[in-house]
């Protein structure tokens, strides 16, 4: 009796941090395709560059979640167990590539344009009467890349967006508040990206915006 009850105990135990198989999308079965873009003042930056598998040795980090870039500006989010479901996060994909992204600025490593850096506190934006203004971090996020029309703003705790379908769309922005942000270039391509790799394609992106703010007081548009 007290070996099945030992049994009983360590099966729940088992049951409580495996991994279910109907656990919230993406699975480790799932192969979603996300633009993401870098936008400084007003104009886009390089797409992040390599695809991390490293040829004979994997970069450690896509080893362990299998999400990455091919120099298009598209993620390629085919998870492992430590970036499927709800630990699908935006910060696993800077982390790969060593960005930094937060409410101080955005941080390139040495391998990624150049390694500059946006501060919050020093660097600035000109406006549209070409004076300089003060810039904040905003990350915007499409539920769809076909579709401008609907979307949230963030301006904190950037990490931890949820990344929760597939061919949504990220513009990652050091901007002035208020400043107009685009959708990633990448989105317009995502079509032909999509169907060059797995022969399947969304439609074409819809202009026009309206964005939701996230940690923010107010809704607004743009």
């Not at 298009?72 to 630990?87: C, H, M, S």
């Not at 934006?125 to 003060?134: H, I, L, S």
Request: with cysteine.
């Amino acid at each position: 009796m007290a070996v099945v009850v030992i049994l009983g105990f360590g099966l729940i135990s088992y049951a409580r941090q495996a991994p279910s198989v109907t656990d919230t999308p993406p699975t480790v079965s799932d192969r979603w395709h996300i633009p993401i873009g870098f936008y400084h003042c007003d104009s886009f930056l390089q797409d992040l560059q390599g695809d991390k598998q490293g040829g004979d040795v994997a970069d450690p980090n896509f080893t362990k979640y299998g999400v990455f870039s091919k120099d298009d500006g598209v993620i390629r989010w085919y998870p492992q167990i430590a970036a499927a479901g709800k630990k699908a996060k935006l910060g696993v994909y800077l982390e790969t590539y060593g960005v930094t992204v937060d409410t101080k600025g955005i941080t390139f490593p040495a391998d990624q344009n150049k390694g500059v850096s946006y501060k919050v506190d020093t660097d600035k934006c000109k406006d549209e009467n070409g004076k300089e203004v003060d810039a904040t971090v905003q990350v915007i996020v499409w539920e769809k890349a076909s579709d401008s029309t609907v979307s949230k703003r963030y301006i904190t705790d950037f990490k931890n967006i949820r990344i929760d379908r597939d061919e949504m769309a990220i513009t990652i922005a050091f901007v002035p508040t208020g400043a107009e942000i685009p959708m990633p270039d990448s989105a317009e391509k995502l079509a032909e990206i999509v169907a060059a790799e797995y022969g399947a394609a969304p439609t074409t992106t819809v202009k026009g915006a309206t964005t939701t703010s996230v940690a923010a007081p107010t809704t607004t548009g743009g």
